[in-house]
Structures are given as structure tokens and as C-alpha cells.
């Protein structure tokens, strides 16, 4: 009996001390959004997965202890009111967790669309139109258009409109955490900050006709400099 409550210390302490460590992957992130996002999922594996292996290590010694050949027989639970309020608070301290920690999250404005424009002076302003079915970004401060390819620059906040020329679309860049519906006449903004360089596939999310599966793009984040390079080559 000793030992059972002893491995019980081990992995109820386990679960705590998984609790408190922050994972260095949780720094990771192609975006400030990307990186919000996956910081959440690490933070709420870091407590499920100790409560999982508690509730299934309890199963398996219950399923091991009371098993066919065994002398003890179990016997029907007593009332424990300390066992009760235990799993209650426990359970209450856990979903307060996670209810904290999401929103945290989702109430960031690189994660949620607030639904209006606003940022930072320096914010860059691109205007994503999507239409059967390819897409088209305008960057009205510089006067540039181009089409296929969206060009960001690193380290620098940008704030993305999003909308259609004909139907439903959604744009979705998976490395960098981006989704938004593009609805014909209407403004959906995404805000938010690439932190590393690369080029990223972009996606219609939407089924919106037979050329859906081709209505594809590329993200390139590149250095300030080169961005800087890229504005004045295409407004030359």
C-alpha cells in the first residue's frame, strides 16, 4: 500500500512540476501568430498529457490489482469527502487553466481579428484580393501590385485585407499561422509580425469552384533591406 502511494506522490508531483516548465518550442514560430498559436498547444499538452498518464496509469494498476486470479475481491467505493473536493478543485484549478491561458491567446490581435483597421505607423498595409482563383496584393502606401506572390518584410508588423472580387475564399498560410475568409465586399483583417525568413505556401481554404485544388500562392519574407530592394524595383 506504501509503495502504491508512493508512485502516486511521484506522478501527481510529475504532473505539477510538467505544469510550470514552459517549452523552449513554445519560442518557436515562422510569425508572431504562428508562434502564439503553438506556445498555447504546448502549454495545454503540458497539462494534459500528465493528467493522461495518471488516469491511465490508475487504470492499469486497478485493471492489474482486481485481475481474475488474484485473491482480493474489490469492493464498492466508501464515501470520502477529501477525495471528492480533491478531484473537484483539481479539476476546477485545471480548466481555469486552460481558460486563462486561451484566451490569453485569442484575445491577442495577431491571433483574433478585431474587424477594423488599426496598428502601428510603421504597420505594413497589404491588400489581399482573392477571385477565380488566383490572388492579388496591393500595397496602396507604395503604389504596387503583384500577383501570385505576396513579399513581407521580417521583423516588421503587417496588417492584411483581406477580401473577394466574386465568392467565398479563405486565405490560409499555414506557416505562419494565417487564416481569414475573403467575402466579396467586406473587410477581414489579419494582423501580424513574420520572424523569420522563408517562403510559405498560401492556400484557398475554400472550396470555391472547379480550379479550387490550383487557386494557390507563395508568402516570401524577406530581409528589410531586400524588401526595401523589392519595393523600389517594382514601382520602377
Known sequence: MTETR???VAVLTLSGLATLVHPVAAQSGAS?????IWGLNYELLAVAIPITLLVEGI???TVWRYRADKVDEPKPTRENRRLEI???VATAVVLLFVGIASYGVLADEHVTSSGVAAGED?????DVVAQKYSWTFEYPEHNVTTGGTMVLSVDREVRLNVTSKDWLHSFHVPGLGLKQDAFPGQANYLTTEPTETGAHQLYCAEYCGAGHSGMLGTVEVVSQEDFQDWLDEQSA
Open 6 to 8: 508512493n508512485g502516486l
Open 32 to 36: 508572431t501568430t504562428d508562434g502564439l
Open 59 to 61: 487504470l492499469v494498476y
Open 86 to 88: 480533491t478531484w473537484t
Open 122 to 126: 510603421d504597420t505594413l498595409e497589404v
